[in-house]
């Protein structure tokens, strides 16, 4: 589906095969100066012949665009390598290009998953078949950095970059105030939340998402563009609405806790999840994964607050109330 959203502004759905999302909202500013392409989809060649049929239905020459990539994850970058040239502008964030240029595998996040409790021999297969393992860019091109606050120019619009750490490190939505425009990638959706994963003690995504959420309820926007589903108009209902699901999120977790300590994989299988199973055992491995990631990302959360400790058993790392 092709849309025009306002003066030359336009929504690409890319296809995104076998997951659950269905589709990337690419956004396209064009410009007979240079276009602007606003996130890409999996690299994977129906993605790639979505977004090529798009662009030449709406009078878009690729090569004459340059690319804006809201966060790493593989659904939105992935299709750069294929979409770059030596003339392209392509601009990400900081916190998320040294992700990429630091990776070194799964390893840090497979032995951090299984001093948290998961079995970690599932997990290592389950991450090598997921899309964001088989779809991504094949080749890193030159990164023009932004910051918070920083200007990008295309076509009638000027949009101000807002730095939105949660879903990734770096991930960083566009504003633009004169048409009370928000280009959200994936820090707010309409039907779906967000996954906030934490697989590092060194980071506390939870407390940073939640601080986004309310540094973007104070922008005043009429239409929200998000990476995926339906657009919005004001988003400020649904950022109230994420608020309180992840307070709720918390005092689940808490509740768990208070029934005796445990290690993150054991209150993943406890909490309430959108999956039709009855049973955790009966969840996709890869769904247990961010399952598991969604719960450390809380655990982590009330661990900064005071209101959990943990310690060691074993091998392992379980958690209890504070006493």
């Given amino acids: 589906m092709i849309e025009e959203i306002s003066p030359d502004l ?14 990337l909202n690419s956004y396209v ?9 606003i996130d890409t989809g999996l690299n994977h060649d129906i993605c790639f012949e979505a977004l090529q049929t798009g662009l030449k ?21 992935g299709l750069v390598s294929r979409l770059a040239t030596a003339d392209t502008r392509v601009y990400f964030n900081r916190p998320d290009a040294e992700i990429i240029e630091s990776w070194e595998g799964f390893g840090p996040m497979l032995e951090y998953a299984g001093h948290n409790g998961f079995p970690v ?20 091109p030159p990164l023009e950095m932004l910051a918070d606050g920083d200007s990008i120019e295309a076509g009638p619009y000027r949009f101000r970059c807002v730095s939105t750490p949660g879903h990734t490190l770096g991930h960083m939505c566009l504003y633009e105030p004169r048409h009370r425009l928000l280009i ?11 996954n906030i994963q934490c697989w590092s003690d060194a980071e506390n995504p939870l407390k940073a998402y939640l601080e986004s959420l309310d540094k973007m309820a104070g922008l005043d926007v009429a239409r929200t563009l998000p990476g995926h589903r339906r657009l919005m108009a004001d988003p400020r209902p ?5 608020q309180a699901h992840h307070q709720a999120r918390l005092a689940e977790v808490l509740a768990i806790l208070a029934e005796g300590p445990r290690n993150a994989f054991e209150i993943a299988a406890r909490m309430t999840w959108d999956i039709q199973a009855d049973r955790w055992e009966d969840f996709p491995v890869a769904q247990q994964w961010f399952a598991t990631g969604e719960a450390l990302s809380h655990l982590r959360y ?22």
């Fill in 29 to 37: 500013i064009r410009s007979p100066r240079r276009s602007l392409i």
């Fill in 238 to 242: 649904r950022i109230a609405e994420l």
């Fill in 121 to 140: 021999d599932r997990l290592r297969a389950a991450l090598a078949a997921h899309p964001g393992s088989r779809f991504g860019s094949e080749w890193v």
């Fill in 10 to 23: 336009f929504r690409i759905q890319v296809p995104l095969p076998n997951t659950p999302l269905k589709f």
């Fill in 184 to 194: 959200a990638g994936d820090h707010i959706l309409i039907d779906i939340t967000p």
């Fill in 302 to 323: 009330l661990e900064e607050e005071g209101k959990i400790t943990r310690f060691t058993a074993g091998e392992g790392v379980r958690f209890s109330l504070e006493e």
């Fill in 57 to 77: 239905q709406i009078g878009v020459d690729p090569s004459g665009a340059d690319l804006f990539i809201t966060h790493l994850h593989a659904d939105h970058f």
